[in-house]
């Protein structure tokens, strides 16, 4: 017999399945894995694929880590805070409220020992993980009623869930968790007082305006939410060098494409909510006071009992300290005045 | 004998050299062309390399773009506005007075149609380009005395060029072309009043606090200056399918790798140079507001000569108006609200 020719097959073929956390209806977040996986199928002629499956089609959206992590899919989309029920150190590689916002996540991520830190945490699960989109600050929900003070959050029943949560319930909100298409009769009916989602593209498709028309912001557990590309650690330690330097380069770009497709989607989206009944309001100075004295409380107790969580918190607090001197300076003198100049009709 | 082996070469061998316009002394944004490298090489298992020259290596910096369209090298990495002096146009690609700051100018290159306008302009002149690193807001530079009225701009002698340049002088200031190295000098026996350069990262290996202490922000003729990187349009175009789609992918990934880079080294370079003598100095709303309007000035005199520059600065302008609504809404309140806690020690 002839031997087999000495060419590398320098694309081998891979096929992976993706189980993502979002709906196809969230075409932003849930397209990211598209896009991911567009890159990857196109710079190899096809040859690594990554089948990208909706929230419940192979595993609920929740439970999309633990399918990467047991092998059912080679990898998942989602979001790391999820899956704070089982360790609260998860939320850090994703959002905790009054953290960074987006381009500090990922100056922290890609040059701050991000990435390794929480790769450190993830290896524990079998996952290995990267960040694959981003929102920007999301919007602090729709209210039913204005809530001005503190005292007005007092049994509040609003839709949000981990760790904003528990720091909103030590100011007496009581935290419902509700999935996203029960949200609107619940509002409708008052069964719930508020609910946050997303921020103004995701937020306009499901007409909350119509039922709870107070939209607050910012959304100050969610300044800056790292969505991951997470992938079974041994399926990924089985590719090739050059193929885990591929997913590196696609989910680097797949992650600040996300970002970009939000920045350009979200202003037409604000501007029609407003048009079509949504009241803008800042949360006061008092309420976002009283909510970072509680995240902080928070904080201190889980960083007392988890060596996992101080690890990474220390690391992102010591960055973030620096971080807001540094963006007060140039960018923020920079916005404002281009602020001013829209508000004052000249753009 | 015997016919080859019917397997596609799926990684044909291509070697490619780009000439940087910038020295390896600004790493960052010049390793930014090698961020790039490293990515097609690693995909390709190294059959796709790229090798960067320094500016002067090949040809000097500000030429790089023309030995991308002659052919002398097949890409440069580069700064559109380095080409005003052919036509206004190329400024457009990466920043003019009072544009967008760095995600909004990614969300209109990526997601508002700029990538394909900008290649509109780009083709005529033999290149195709993308997107492939930026800044963030830049610093106004370094200035001997305190400016703080448009009065003070008379006959201030400034190193600075292109649009800015020609907006200044409208206000009085003589604009002066100098380059890099010849800086310190000028300023330090006064040959020159002022000068701007890129951030703090950047401006702290050159020592300026020490000749020309005030350092006033924003650089407001550079909210989010795109470095681009083009390519010879003819060897762009004979990439196979592949490799096109994993330049485009590898380019949105270095694009925002430089940016992630900057700002995680902004912050530690601010505060080291404040403590070795800079003094931090915002420009005044008065110095900002003529600015302004001396910018728009400039714009109506261009879009009227000018149908390319008229085409793609419209459609900055349409996004810019939008975007500016968007930002101030749950963006600038996280920010500002974390700003007020460093303020504060809180952080």
Same mark, same amino acid.
């Given at each position: 017999a002839l031997a087999a020719p *000495?060419?590398?097959?320098s694309n081998p073929k891979v096929t992976w399945r993706i189980a993502s956390?979002?709906? $196809?209806?969230l075409d932003t977040i849930y397209g990211g894995a598209e896009v991911f996986s567009k890159m990857l199928s196109e710079a190899t002629d096809g040859n690594f694929q990554v089948q990208v499956f909706a929230?419940?089609?192979? +595993?609920p959206g929740l439970q999309a880590a633990d399918a990467a992590a047991n092998g059912t899919v080679e990898g998942c989309h989602t +979001? *790391?805070? @999820? @899956? +704070?029920? $089982?360790?609260?150190?998860? *939320?850090l590689g994703a959002a905790v409220p009054f953290a960074l916002n987006a381009r500090g996540m990922n100056a922290w991520h890609y040059h701050g020992g991000g990435i390794a830190l929480f790769n450190e945490f993830l290896a524990k699960q079998g996952l290995y993980g990267l960040p694959g989109g981003n929102t920007g600050v999301q919007m602090g929900g729709w209210f039913r009623k204005e809530i001005?003070? +503190? *005292?007005?959050?007092?049994g509040l029943k609003m839709r949000i869930g981990g760790f904003a949560g528990q720091v909103l319930s030590k100011l007496g909100v009581v935290p419902q968790q509700i999935a996203g298409g029960d949200i609107y009769p619940a509002l409708e009916k008052g069964t719930i007082d508020a609910a946050e989602w997303v921020g103004p593209y995701d937020d306009e498709k499901l007409g909350f305006q119509k039922v709870a028309p107070y939209y607050y912001y910012p959304g100050f557990w969610e300044g800056g939410p790292t969505v991951h590309l997470m992938f079974n650690k041994a399926k990924y330690e089985e590719l090739s060098p050059a193929y885990k330097s591929l997913v590196h380069t696609a989910a680097q770009a797949a992650d600040a494409n996300m970002l970009q497709k939000y920045d350009y989607l979200n202003p037409t989206a604000i501007k029609n909510l407003v048009a079509n009944g949504a009241q803008l309001r800042p949360f006061s100075q008092e309420i976002l006071s009283a909510s970072f004295d509680a995240a902080n409380e928070v904080y201190a107790d889980v960083e007392g009992k988890n060596p996992d969580f101080k690890k990474i918190w220390e690391s992102i607090k010591a960055f973030r300290k620096d971080y807001y001197v540094n963006m007060q300076i140039a960018e923020y003198n920079y916005d404002t005045f281009m602020m001013i100049q829209q508000r004052g009709s000249k753009l």
């Open positions: *000495a060419i590398a097959q956390s979002f709906p $196809k209806s929230a419940g089609e192979i +595993v +979001v *790391a805070y @999820y @899956y +704070v029920g $089982k360790d609260p150190t998860w *939320a001005n003070t +503190v *005292a007005d959050l007092q």
